[in-house]
């Protein structure tokens, strides 16, 4: 109960404080009451207000509430504190158009709303509750502080839609990134804004960052900007502004690098589903175009294949680098089509500093460190340019991958001359599927590890080729294959299983041949003293020329090559030994073929394009005929008469 004490009916101000208040009292004789002070009572609920029309004053102060129902007929209400209380939920505020300060800080609410019609609130304090956004403050036209200290907040809108804030705390609370900082930029009126607390206040350029953001701001973390804070936040904005640019320029070339790579990889898809063709007496290996009529006898097995005619074969006549022509190499030319939905997982993602050689839109040429990774048969170009003695010495790797083995084959002679440290090479997805192939690698005259990956490459299930590989290539001291390391015992065994074909075939073989295999082995014995090797390695004459014959490739092995395609017969008299009129012939038909299959395609292609402009015409001419009836009928007239005579 209340003494005649606490008020006089005609007092404007009550002060109820610290009485142990656990309801509001009844206070209707006092219609005139404009100030109320409830602070630190037992308040749960607010009851016995409705009287008070005159209102303009309510602390509520340090309460048990928690429910803010009872206040709607308070509609000359213009101060309401209710700090410090229980309440969850914003709402019974419709009515309270004439706001001027809402204080809810200290209480448990999670989310802000109802207030959107307060057009007159000032003052607005949500600090210390659970509020973890932002939002639903447009209306607040008047508002000009915004008091959010101590909660969640992690994003941050709406608050440009407030015309004159011009103190916004946001102590100590989740905010991370800067960019949820950006509606800040925004505002024309903001001053004084407080972030200390939260995360992102822990970073190096922290104050340049939120100055560059919000320009107009006069104070941070309630310290006053001054213009050399301003002249190094201009600094760091040209700073951030020149990194995005290489951010960009990197995401791009990221992009196209990768576009480059699949294209590719799709366009192998294409090669591969034209070169695979029906196996013959239940062979397990997989017919390649060297096993083609278009190549020389010797290396034929001598029966004609066709592609199945279901296969996809889109011909693209003038892509990739050119070629010599051929049945197969037309085969060669067989392109899927680009950016398919289809993405082929990528061995050889590129890491670190990647420098670009060649980038078009089916090949790609990167030299990553000291590996040189060559994706696409256009790829290629990149060994004919002229290279820097120190780049070309960096390169001791090099990684072919989506490109035909025979393409390879034309660059292999001068791949050591480009790249005089080269000691590792690895051929993904290349298509090595004969052991002939292999012998190609003897043109790069010396290399320490090979790398075949099984993936494109057949050859590499034959049981046979890791023992081929090593007899063939004794010369170079072949020290891994496909990460494995090679023994005495593997180089012994190598030379009892083709040691004896060696010396039939060079039993067998025409004399003109022979000469001309031992002419080409004594040139590179040759070759070896005069590079001077030898002598700096400090070898007496007699190891020097040991060291020579085993450098140089035996005349055995020498017997097991690979020709390359463009490669014609050595003489007229080891041209005659084995004359193949049938192969001629096919490989002829096979190129017609391919040539008038590629005709044709190419001239769909251009009726295609030309038709809409071809019909167009058509019309016209038929409308500008028929434009002067009498002519037209008197010229039908006489193609009939002459037509029927």
């Not at 200290?106 to 007159?120: A, D, F, P, V, Y």
């Not at 403050?137 to 992690?154: A, Q, Y």
């Not at 390359?564 to 001629?584: I, K, Y």
Request: charge should be neutral; glycine fraction near 6%; proline fraction near 4%.
């Amino acid at each position: 109960m209340l003494s005649s004490d606490d008020y006089s009916p005609r007092s404007e101000r009550m002060d109820l404080d610290r009485r142990c208040l656990e309801e509001c009292p009844q206070l209707g004789i006092l219609d005139g009451l404009r100030l109320l002070n409830l602070q630190h009572n037992l308040i749960t609920k607010l009851q016995n207000l409705s009287q008070l029309r005159k209102l303009v004053f309510l602390d509520l102060y340090d309460n048990h509430v928690s429910e803010m129902t009872g206040i709607e007929a308070l509609r000359s209400l213009r101060v309401l504190m209710m700090g410090k209380n229980r309440i969850h939920k914003m709402c019974c505020l419709e009515n309270l158009s004439k706001l001027d300060i809402l204080d809810l800080h200290g209480n448990q609410i999670s989310r802000i709303e109802n207030i959107s019609h307060l057009s007159k609130l000032r003052i607005l304090n949500l600090a210390g509750n659970s509020i973890s956004r932002v939002e639903n403050l447009c209306g607040l036209d008047s508002l000009t502080e915004l008091n959010l200290r101590h909660n969640c907040i992690s994003i941050l809108t709406e608050v440009d839609r407030l015309p004159h804030l011009q103190r916004l705390f946001l102590s100590c609370n989740n905010i991370t990134r800067f960019y949820e900082l950006a509606c800040l930029g925004e505002s024309c009126s903001l001053s004084e804004l407080t972030l200390d607390g939260n995360p992102l206040a822990l970073e190096t350029w922290y104050k340049q960052a939120v100055l560059r953001c919000v320009l107009h701001l006069r104070q941070l973390d309630m310290k006053r900007i001054t213009d050399e804070d301003r002249r190094m936040a201009g600094v760091q904005a040209r700073k951030e502004e020149e990194k995005k640019r290489e951010s960009h320029k990197q995401t791009i070339h990221k992009e196209k690098r990768r576009l480059a790579i699949r294209n590719a990889a799709q366009q192998w898809e294409g090669v591969k589903a034209c070169l695979e063709l029906p196996q013959q007496n239940g062979s397990k290996e997989e017919v390649s175009p060297e096993n083609s009529p278009a190549h020389s006898p010797a290396q034929s097995n001598g029966l004609t294949q066709e592609p199945s005619p279901d296969e996809p074969r889109r011909v693209s006549p003038g892509s990739g680098p050119e070629r010599p022509t051929g049945g197969s190499e037309n085969r060669l030319r067989a392109n899927s089509r680009p950016n398919s939905p289809r993405d082929p997982k990528l061995l050889e993602a590129g890491g670190g500093s990647i420098q670009s050689l060649s980038l078009s839109d089916s090949h790609l040429a990167e030299l990553d460190g000291d590996t040189l990774r060559l994706f696409g048969p256009g790829a290629l170009e990149a060994l004919e340019r002229g290279w820097g003695v120190q780049t070309a010495a960096a390169v001791t790797v090099i990684t072919f991958r989506y490109i035909h083995f025979d393409a390879i084959v034309q660059t292999l002679p001068r791949i050591r001359v480009k790249f005089p440290n080269l000691s590792h090479l690895i051929f993904l997805e290349t298509n090595i599927s004969r052991l002939p192939q292999l012998a190609a690698l003897a043109q790069v005259r010396r290399v320490d590890q090979l790398t075949i990956h099984p993936e494109g490459n057949p050859v590499v299930s034959l049981a046979l080729w890791r023992s081929f590989l090593i007899y063939r290539l004794h010369h170079f001291n072949l020290q891994r294959i496909n990460g494995l390391e090679v023994t005495m015992n593997d180089v012994i065994a190598a030379e009892r299983m083709f040691g004896t074909l060696g010396h039939i075939a060079a039993s067998e073989t025409p004399r003109c041949r022979l000469l001309l295999l031992l002419e080409e082995s004594r040139k590179r014995q040759l070759q070896f003293l005069l590079e001077g090797r030898g002598r700096r390695a400090g070898l007496s004459p007699e190891e020097l020329r040991d060291n020579g014959k085993l450098l140089g490739e035996g005349l055995s092995r020498a017997l097991f090559n690979y020709p390359s395609r463009d490669c014609s017969t050595d003489s007229p008299e080891e041209g005659a030994v084995e004359p193949s009129e049938r192969a001629a012939m096919t490989e002829q038909y096979l190129r017609e073929l391919v040539k008038r299959a590629s005709d044709t395609n190419l001239k769909g292609e251009a009726l295609h394009k030309l038709w809409p402009a071809m019909f167009v015409e058509m019309v016209r001419d038929c409308v500008l005929e028929m434009k002067d009836q009498a002519t037209f009928r008197q010229a039908g007239l006489a193609r009939l008469s002459q037509a029927s005579k």
